[in-house]
């Protein structure tokens, strides 16, 4: 990565494990994809007033040349997510999805889906009933 890894928290305290937990995600992004340029990880802990258990949000900003991958999804989707570590795998593992993405289409191999054939109506025999097409 040519820039650091960023990493911030918001209404939590800095964790150690959970900076270790980060960084070793994201050097596995780095092995599969080398070329990353900026990553940002920001890790959110919901206010203290829920009535439920707090469900942590966990966004990532990767720069890659061309390209912007953003992960960022609506934490009180998934409970799993009141455990930050869960939280910060299934946000890496959405980011790796979005990467791998990016790598197969910069390297040219996408599937490509054949176009149908189009034709023209070139002669209409109603009373017959029948007509001709012609192709390109």
Known sequence: MKTPLQIVFRN??????????????VEKLERFADHIIRCKVTVE???????????????????VPGREILVNRDPNKNHAHEDVYVAIRDAVNAASRQLEDYIRVSRGKIKTHE????????????EQDFGRITTP
């Open 45 to 63: 802990a919901p206010h203290k007033h829920h009535a439920q258990g707090n469900v942590y949000h966990v966004a990532i900003d990767l720069h």
């Open 115 to 126: 176009t149908p054939l189009h034709g023209k109506i070139s002669e209409i025999h109603p």
């Open 12 to 25: 939590l305290e800095r964790s150690d494990s959970i900076e270790a937990a980060i960084k070793e995600r």
